[in-house]
């Protein structure tokens, strides 16, 4: 089993920055590929980030790119989403994700364990 904890959420002004992470305990080793999702009220979960276990090349949902960077935090087994120049569209429960899989894909269905989420709030 893998546990999932999500840290660093809350509220941020339009504009602002906010740096959330992941911290992954317990069989980490299967594990091959961690991302980010979210979920606004009323909306399907969505695809943020992800990156390999290992670190290396990530993966962006286009709303995203060129604002929130994912990436393997220097603690073992930590991964962090850094998120600057906030909208409100941002706002949402994010949540930490990780894959059996090494590809970090896109795909929730590729998940297999999930973390609670942590909230953040865009205010405008």
């Known amino acids: 089993q893998v546990r999932l904890v999500e840290s660093g959420g809350g509220l941020v002004q339009v504009g602002g920055s906010l740096r959330l992470s992941c911290a992954a305990s317990?069989?980490?080793?299967?594990?091959?590929?961690m991302g980010w999702f979210r979920q606004a009220p009323g909306k399907e979960r969505e695809f943020v980030a992800a990156?390999?276990?290992?670190?290396?090349?990530?993966n962006y949902a286009d709303s995203v790119k060129g604002r929130f960077t994912i990436s393997k935090a220097n603690a073992n087994n930590m991964f962090d989403l850094e998120m600057n120049d906030l909208k409100p569209e941002d706002t949402a429960v994010y949540y930490c994700?990780?894959?059996?899989?090494?590809?970090?894909?896109?795909?929730?269905?590729?998940?297999?364990?999930w973390g609670q989420g942590t909230q953040v709030t865009v205010s405008s």
């Open positions: 994700a990780a894959s059996l899989g090494t590809i970090p894909s896109s795909l929730k269905e590729r998940y297999t364990y």
């Open positions: 317990g069989r980490t080793l299967v594990t091959g590929a």
């Open positions: 990156i390999k276990r290992s670190g290396g090349t990530a």
